[in-house]
């Protein structure tokens, strides 16, 4: 993979798909009301998210070491503070997102549950 020549081209595909996957994220975010499911689908969401960013931005890049560098590192620790910060309340099924870095929220601010 290193040493890959970068391919530009791509870029309408990347656009696409992150469209595609706003509108999932949207729907399982916003309209999804079955609980269970918005729980297990967000982190596999938010991983798998992460993983077709880094990996679109190395194709349509080239991978060489310095891109490596950057993209990496940066898309773990996005991909970790969004895990951290974004939980499903369990009564309500309120997607929340505390936008606290360093700490969870505990209760959600809609029907005022305690989040697991």
């Not at 040493?3 to 798909?17: N, T």
């Not at 931005?57 to 490596?68: A, D, K, V």
């Not at 910060?85 to 005022?112: D, E, F, N």
Request: aromatic share 12%; with cysteine.
């Amino acid at each position: 993979m290193l040493g890959m020549k970068a391919h530009p081209e791509i870029a309408p595909w990347f656009f696409g798909v992150w469209i595609a996957l706003a509108i999932v994220g949207l729907w399982n975010t916003y309209l999804d009301k079955n609980i269970a499911r918005k729980k297990r689908l967000l982190p596999v969401f938010t991983i798998g998210a992460g993983v077709i960013f880094a990996v679109f931005t190395l194709l349509m890049m080239g991978s060489n070491l310095r891109m490596l560098a950057f993209v990496i590192p940066a898309v773990v620790l996005i991909t970790f503070l969004n895990l951290r910060q974004i939980r499903v309340c369990s009564a309500c099924g309120k997607t929340i997102h505390s936008g606290m870095w360093l700490s969870k929220a505990h209760y959600c601010p809609k029907c005022g549950g305690r989040l697991d």
